[in-house]
């Protein structure tokens, strides 16, 4: 039985980054605030709470005074960090340096639009954590589309400025640059910046090869992860033997059956340390001592 751990598979690295610096400052003893799931996966989670990390909600960090509170990779809008000088809360800032280039970039084109008459454009997820920080530089003003087919409510009329949020996939966003480029008004202007994380873009035909080459596939993830759910499915696309799970307690036993090779994988939330829990669990169910 050949039983393998994807090696593209596991933290990015903005991802790798604020873990590092959660764990720095907590080795100081100090009392350290996360605002929101310094990853989406819940067993790190409790691992760094273990440690001293407490994760909040932005109410609560709204009433804090004087704490030290770590802004994880996803980064966040203006407002969080005026209310930081207002309140004398010191910033750990993790923000994933990808991520606030682009947030950078829209604020930009945001200001210098000072009558505001283009539309600034984010392909991504409502209501997501990094998608609330890059609405945040417009002031609340840009407009995100979920997928391809809500391109239509946009009015091609007026001027059009497209990103993307960082983990979104390729394909999705070449569709809607075509779709504007066939429909903008020639009164009106489009520019777009191909703003997709090609580290995370380049995992999606590597896991495709990484599932194809075993009988079974075993996507270790957080429920809450966005690019889990894209990566999963890239899995599912060339091998219909795939299963997502969160914990090795989750692996099914009559899942192993007929098969002589087994791959484990996982997010850019995804730690190594749980796909190796999974790969002894599934050693200990078929009875193995590698």
């Not at 980054?17 to 996360?34: M, T, V």
């Not at 409510?153 to 990103?163: G, H, K, M, S, V």
């Not at 983990?167 to 640059?177: M, Q």
């Not at 035909?205 to 009988?215: K, M, T």
Request: net charge negative.
């Amino acid at each position: 039985m050949v039983i393998e751990i994807d090696e593209g598979s596991g933290f990015c690295f903005g991802v790798t980054r604020a873990i590092g610096k959660a764990e720095e400052e907590l080795s100081n003893g100090k009392k350290l605030y996360c605002l929101g799931d310094i990853v989406h996966n819940g067993k790190e989670c409790n691992r760094l709470q273990q440690l001293g990390l407490e994760t909040i909600d932005h109410d609560t960090y709204n009433a804090l005074h004087d704490a030290n509170v770590l802004l994880r990779a996803h980064g966040e809008p203006p407002s969080t960090y005026r209310k930081a000088q207002e309140n004398d809360i010191h910033i750990i800032d993790a923000t994933c340096p990808v991520v606030l280039h682009l947030q950078e970039r829209i604020r930009r084109e945001y200001i210098t639009d000072t009558e505001h008459r283009k539309q600034i454009v984010i392909f991504g997820k409502n209501g997501h954590a990094e998608v609330l920080g890059l609405v945040g530089q417009t002031d609340g003003t840009a407009i995100v589309i979920e997928s391809p087919e809500e391109v239509e409510r946009l009015d091609f009329t007026r001027d059009i400025c497209l990103y993307s949020q960082t983990t979104k996939s390729l394909e999705g966003f070449r569709t809607i640059v075509e779709y504007i480029r066939g429909h903008i008004s020639p009164d009106a202007t489009f520019k777009y910046a191909d703003t997709i994380c090609r580290q995370v873009a380049n995992r999606m035909p590597h896991i495709q090869e990484f599932a194809s080459r075993h009988d079974v596939i075993f996507f270790v993830c957080g429920k809450k992860s966005s690019n889990g759910r894209v990566l999963f499915s890239q899995c599912l696309d060339v091998n219909p033997r795939s299963y997502m799970i969160d914990t090795a307690g989750e692996i099914d036993p009559d899942r192993l059956r007929n098969c002589v090779s087994i791959g484990i994988c996982g997010a850019t939330s995804t730690p190594k340390w749980l796909m190796e829990e999974c790969k002894v669990r599934i050693q200990e169910l078929l009875g193995s001592h590698e």
